[in-house]
């Protein structure tokens, strides 16, 4: 592995070659403004400003430039290879950036403290592609680079703190445009995103900062400037609506190759301490990013993993915990870790649904889709951690049909403790294909395969999990539970997409699969109206999002996090944010309840999973 940040490592020799194509096709496309003649003229004596311009898209594009110096403020030996100037004469306007990423291709032979004259061509690289939606990069590519002095002083930093990042997200995409903000001129004292925007590849710092993202395996944490920005009690920063994107959040990434200075281990909550300094980058993996030439010290708070209460006799405790691509061939070490989760974490719950179990030999692409030896590899693990003798109920999918990676062929699991919750069988047709009904008398409902799939031929379930649903007894008392892993947000536009608000396309299939749940809820109510019914899993989508509204259609059911203070509301972190994909949610017949999401993953650097575990205890 090289020493860097790996998402990074790959891209270097082809992005020459990607930016010339990207910007080709951009300018032929009207996508990124300019003309498809620009390319054919030359501009000297330009500044850095007049490059950068005042919109997110230079007014240079396709421009061949001579002649514009700057200091060197950050080098970057290793993936997207290059390094940054910035003008230290500065112009009036504060929606013009002084700093601009030179591409190199290959390693660059300039120091930070170099006066440099360059010329090559103006060009905007789209991190991603241009169908992802994200912004571009003004860049300078195939430059021709003279070095005028060599140890100048690096132009003083620009300080982001609280008080600077405007507490507007974006503005609204111009309609004209197809929802862009491309075109728009910044306004960096009114929206978070321009104001990031107008410092594009300048000289910034931030000081003592709280983690909100702690460190992944590509050596970059989140931190927030604002402190007070939807903090919850742990040191996270809540996502709790479209609305609330939380402008503070900024990527934290470091230009020393990991093999000369490893990356500092960080959980939420910790302090990045003392100053962090370098150009601000913009990424594919998170957007504008701090790539710090010095990197503060991590001073850790102390953040401990939560244990869920035990569950009274009388109580019933379901669970919800996706494993992360669980198979044989983990390490015994996760299959271990994950039971003492189970065990001392969610207090052995009652009756526990899966996500991602893959099969027995995990993603080899070989058409095995049997999950038992995986699921008794876990159960095992459970039972030496001091749990109890768990059995399990689940359907095999078809073939790479429901997502995942290839040969995966994740699916949902239900574990219960036979020693207090039984399970009702009921065999018949090929229930991998055979759609499980409700049936019954009024008054009484019942599954007619149960294990069953919901529904499996629906179109809304291609290439996705589909519903397991099983009917358990608990002290004389039926309980459906229905273990759900709806699709990804895979093509969804990141929140710093030029598109504001950004394409969420992936909702239309969440959306199709909440409906088909809901029905089905409804039809169990209908026969059976206290039915006590728990829809349960990664919903992959948040307690405020369409997709949670169309479950909770004509009352059928309640999204029992929103039970939770709105600090507590949270499963997952992504890109510093604290926000909801696992759920439980509970029918009208279930009328008392206590609610936990169990914060032992998501926060942590070390994690079994990225995903919490969430638990419902209640008395049927």
């Known amino acids: 592995m090289p020493s860097s940040i790996p998402r990074s490592a790959g891209r270097t020799v082809a992005r020459s070659a990607a930016v010339s194509a990207v910007v080709a096709s951009a300018l032929a496309a009207g996508l990124l403004g300019g003309s498809t003649s620009a390319a054919a003229d030359d501009a000297a004596g330009v500044r850095v400003h007049d490059i950068q311009g005042t919109t997110r898209v230079s007014p240079l594009v396709g421009k061949q430039v001579t002649g514009v110096t700057g200091i060197v403020t950050g080098v970057r030996t290793y993936g997207s290879r290059g390094f940054w100037i910035q003008d230290p004469q500065a112009d009036a306007d504060p929606a013009t950036s002084e700093g601009l990423f030179v591409f190199t291709s290959s390693v660059p032979t300039v120091a930070v403290g170099d006066a440099v004259s360059l010329n090559g061509t103006v060009t905007e690289y789209v991190p991603g592609?241009?169908?992802?939606?994200?912004?571009?990069?003004?860049?300078?590519?195939?430059?021709?680079?003279?070095?005028?002095?060599?140890?100048?002083?690096?132009?003083?930093?620009?300080?982001?703190?609280?008080?600077?990042?405007?507490?507007?997200?974006?503005?609204?995409?111009?309609?004209?445009?197809?929802?862009?903000?491309?075109?728009?001129?910044?306004?960096?004292?009114?929206?978070?995103?321009?104001?990031?925007?107008?410092?594009?590849?300048?000289?910034?710092?931030?000081?003592?900062?709280?983690?909100?993202?702690?460190?992944?395996?590509?050596?970059?944490?989140?931190?927030?400037?604002?402190?007070w920005e939807n903090a919850n009690r742990r040191g996270g920063t809540v996502y709790g609506s479209y609305e609330s994107q939380n402008t503070g959040r900024l990527q934290i990434q470091s230009l020393t190759p990991l093999a000369q200075q490893p990356f500092p281990k960080a959980n939420v909550g910790d302090r990045l301490t003392g100053t962090t300094e370098?150009?601000?980058?913009?990424?594919?993996?998170?957007?504008?990013?701090?790539?710090?030439?010095?990197?503060?010290?991590?001073?850790?708070?102390?953040?401990?993993?939560?244990?869920?209460?035990?569950?009274?006799?009388n109580e019933l405790a379901v669970a919800t915990y996706n494993v992360e691509n669980l198979d044989p061939s983990d390490p015994q070490e996760k299959f271990d870790a994950l039971a003492k989760a189970v065990v001392e974490n969610l207090a052995s719950p009652d009756i526990l649904a899966l996500e991602e179990i893959q099969d027995n030999n995990g993603a080899k692409n070989d058409g095995t889709v049997a999950a038992d030896q995986t699921v008794k590899k876990f159960t095992d693990a459970i039972v030496a951690a001091g749990g109890p003798a768990y059995e399990w109920r689940s359907v095999d999918?078809?073939?790479?049909?429901?997502?995942?990676?290839?040969?995966?062929?994740?699916?949902?699991?239900?574990?219960f403790n036979p020693e207090r919750?039984?399970?009702?069988?009921?065999?018949?047709?090929?229930?991998?294909?055979?759609?499980?009904?409700?049936?019954?008398?009024?008054?009484?409902?019942?599954?007619?395969?149960?294990?069953?799939?919901?529904?499996?031929?629906?179109?809304?379930?291609?290439?996705?999990?589909?519903?397991?649903?099983?009917?358990?007894v608990f002290r004389g008392?039926?309980?459906?539970?229905?273990?759900?892993?709806?699709?990804?947000?895979?093509?969804?536009?990141?929140?710093?997409?030029?598109?504001?608000p950004p394409n969420r396309s992936s909702e239309a299939q969440r959306l199709l699969q909440a409906q088909a749940v809901n029905a089905f809820v409804k039809d169990i109510v209908a026969l059976e109206k206290q039915a006590d019914v728990l829809v349960v899993g990664d919903i992959n989508d948040f307690e405020f999002s369409g997709t949670t509204r169309a479950l909770t259609d004509g009352g059928a059911l309640y999204p029992a996090v929103r039970s939770l203070p709105?600090?507590?509301?949270?499963?997952?972190?992504?890109?510093g944010n604290s926000q909801v994909l696992d759920q439980i949610l509970t029918s009208p017949g279930v009328h008392h309840f206590e609610y936990d999401s169990v914060h032992i993953n998501a926060e942590f650097a070390d994690q079994d999973s990225d995903h919490d575990p969430q638990v419902l205890r209640f008395r049927p």
């Not at 069988?425 to 599954?447: H, I, S």
């Not at 709105?566 to 890109?575: F, K, T």
């Open 421 to 472: 919750v039984s399970f009702t069988d009921r065999a018949g047709a090929d229930a991998t294909t055979t759609p499980t009904a409700v049936t019954g008398e009024k008054g009484r409902a019942a599954l007619t395969l149960s294990p069953g799939r919901i529904d499996p031929a629906n179109a809304a379930w291609d290439n996705s999990r589909k519903p397991l649903a099983g009917e358990f």
């Open 566 to 575: 709105r600090g507590e509301r949270y499963s997952y972190v992504y890109q």
């Open 129 to 227: 592609g241009l169908n992802s939606g994200n912004q571009s990069l003004t860049q300078l590519s195939k430059p021709v680079v003279t070095v005028l002095s060599k140890g100048n002083a690096v132009p003083e930093p620009v300080t982001i703190s609280g008080w600077s990042v405007p507490d507007a997200y974006a503005p609204e995409g111009d309609p004209a445009a197809g929802g862009s903000i491309n075109g728009l001129t910044l306004d960096p004292e009114t929206y978070a995103l321009d104001y990031y925007e107008s410092l594009e590849g300048t000289n910034v710092r931030i000081g003592s900062s709280r983690v909100v993202g702690a460190t992944d395996p590509y050596a970059e944490l989140w931190v927030t400037v604002k402190p």
């Open 477 to 500: 008392r039926t309980v459906f539970v229905i273990a759900n892993h709806f699709g990804s947000k895979g093509g969804d536009e990141s929140l710093v997409s030029h598109h504001q």
């Open 278 to 313: 370098g150009p601000l980058d913009f990424n594919q993996f998170g957007g504008y990013t701090l790539t710090a030439r010095t990197l503060g010290t991590v001073a850790d708070q102390g953040l401990e993993r939560e244990s869920t209460d035990k569950q009274h006799k």
């Open 397 to 415: 999918p078809r073939n790479n049909e429901d997502g995942g990676q290839p040969g995966g062929n994740i699916r949902q699991v239900f574990l």
